[in-house]
């Protein structure tokens, strides 16, 4: 059965760094493309951005050149790295694995539960 | 950039009742649409991909239809199970959500 399980959230000051991680297991995470998608305390989903499978990376412009995705494949883990950190960061993290529709879209099709970052002074 | 709505945003209804949340897009987006329900405390759970596809192990009392710019969730014959936070979502080359539809008891 697969898994995506976040860790690694916390409570940080502004101006602070925080790397938050996603373990996989029960698929062949080594092809898996995998998402980092947001959720603020107030309700709203906001997609991060993606790794595909060999690293390639993609990520919503707001949050393009703050935030940084990276995979290690021997470890099954997907990590975040989390720079330059605003009280509006605050929110749920979760992790999402792509799949792909009939026409080779891919898709968010499994989640894990996520973590919490807090940032606050 | 391709912005979703959605509405009602919050839907207030009866077990048994037929609930239907309509979602747009501010241009064309195909079928390249997914639902999700959500309840508090948890991860979003992928009910409908492709605009009308259902997910494995999803009720069929749960439909999705449309293309292009406009698409509905329908219930057909709302659940206990069933309330909870509704979200559309566009992917294709990036992904953006609707800002969600709560569906609690009347």
């Known amino acids: 059965e697969a898994q995506l399980v976040e860790s690694g959230g916390g409570l940080v000051k502004p101006g602070e760094s925080l790397r938050i991680s996603c373990a996989g297991s029960?698929?062949?995470?080594?092809?898996?493309?995998l998402s980092w998608v947001r959720q603020s305390p107030g309700g709203g989903l906001e997609w991060i951005g993606r790794?595909?499978?060999?690293?390639?990376?993609d990520y919503a412009a707001p949050l393009k050149g703050r935030f940084t995705i990276s995979r290690d494949d021997s470890e099954n883990t997907m990590y975040l790295h989390l720079n330059s950190l605003k009280t509006e960061d605050t929110g749920v993290y979760y992790c999402?694995?792509?799949?792909?529709?009939?026409?080779?879209?891919?898709?968010?099709?499994?989640w894990g539960q996520g973590t919490l970052v807090t940032v606050s002074s | 950039d391709i912005q979703m709505t959605q509405s009602p945003s919050t839907l207030s209804v009866s077990v048994g009742d037929r609930v239907t949340i309509t979602c747009r897009a501010s241009?064309?987006?195909?079928?390249?649409l997914a639902w999700y329900q959500q309840k508090p405390g948890k991860a979003p759970k992928l009910l409908i991909y492709?605009?009308?596809s259902l997910t494995s192990g999803v009720p069929s009392r749960f439909s999705g239809s449309g293309s292009g710019t406009e698409f509905t969730l329908t219930i057909s014959g709302l659940q206990p199970d069933d309330f909870a936070t509704y979200y559309c979502?566009?992917?294709?080359?990036?992904?953006?959500f609707g800002p969600g539809t709560k569906v609690d008891v009347k």
């Open positions: 999402a694995w792509y799949y792909y529709d009939s026409s080779g879209y891919p898709y968010l099709g499994f």
């Open positions: 029960g698929f062949t995470f080594s092809l898996a493309w």
């Open positions: 790794i595909e499978s060999g690293g390639t990376t």
């Open positions: 241009q064309s987006i195909s079928t390249w």
């Open positions: 492709k605009a009308s």
């Open positions: 979502q566009h992917y294709s080359t990036s992904i953006t």
